[in-house]
Structure formats: structure tokens, C-alpha cells
């Protein structure tokens, strides 16, 4: 009987230390592909990517002004320019919403700059988007930088 316990426990523990995928809200998993700093850290450059596990193509509507990256700090700053495939949205352009149709399993990277950095280091960023079950309702997702 010892033995048996002793054969069952190693694999046991190997399950308790894989971790599930994590950064997946509403059917989309956002990984992190780089974060940069650029001229002695005044602007700063976030490269995401964003893949749908939705069957059908689905439009992704992500709340520009709520969208926003956190310093170590925690302070909160907007973006200067966020691009999503071939959709480009300014800050200067007051666009509320970034509108995109994201395929299944298709990784599109979503690219955010923000200028005036003033060299801190970067958290995490907060990506707001419509729920695709009900219009109107949004979901955070905070995705670590770190």
C-alpha cells in the first residue's frame, strides 16, 4: 500500500503545477509579445496579440478611452496611438471605440504607443471591450506586463 501512494503522489503533483492558459475573457486570449521603451523612456511601445476561440467571425469593440496601461505606481495613462491589424486610432482623434472583426484562431496583433512616458516601468494594461453574448455590457481584462 506505501508503494502504491508513493507511485500515485509524483503525478498528483504534476498535476497541481500546470497552470491553465490565463489572459482568456469572452472566448479571446491576449498574450504579450514585447514591451518597449523608446528615446531614454519617454514613450513607450506594447505589442499584443489577440486570437477568438468563437466559431463564427465576431466583431471586437474595444473601449479606447477605458482602455488604459499602469505604471508601477499605479497610475493610469492613455494611449497615443493604438493599432489593430490595418484599423489605426489616434488619441487626437477622440475615438471612442476601436472596431475590429477578429477570425477564429487568427492572431491579430494590437499595437499601443504612449507618448510622454517620462521612463517609469510598465505594469499591466487594462483592455476594455464588449461582451459578445450582450451588446452594451463591457469586460476589463487586465493583462501583466510584467
Known sequence: MFLSLGWLSPCTLLAQEQEPVKNIQDDI??????????????????ELFL??????????????????IVDSEGDRHL?????MGRVLVQLADR????????????PVPLL??????NGKKVSKVILVFEDSKEEGRFITQEVDLR
Open 51 to 68: 486570437i477568438s476561440y468563437q466559431m463564427d467571425p465576431r466583431e471586437f469593440k474595444l473601449n479606447t478611452f477605458a482602455t488604459q
Open 95 to 106: 475615438q471612442n471605440y476601436l472596431h475590429y472583426l477578429l477570425e477564429e484562431d487568427v
Open 29 to 46: 486570449q491576449v498574450d504579450v509579445k514585447s514591451v518597449k521603451t523608446y528615446a531614454d523612456g519617454d514613450s513607450l511601445s506594447i
Open 112 to 117: 499601443i504607443q504612449v507618448g510622454d512616458w
Open 79 to 83: 494611449f497615443s496611438t493604438m493599432k
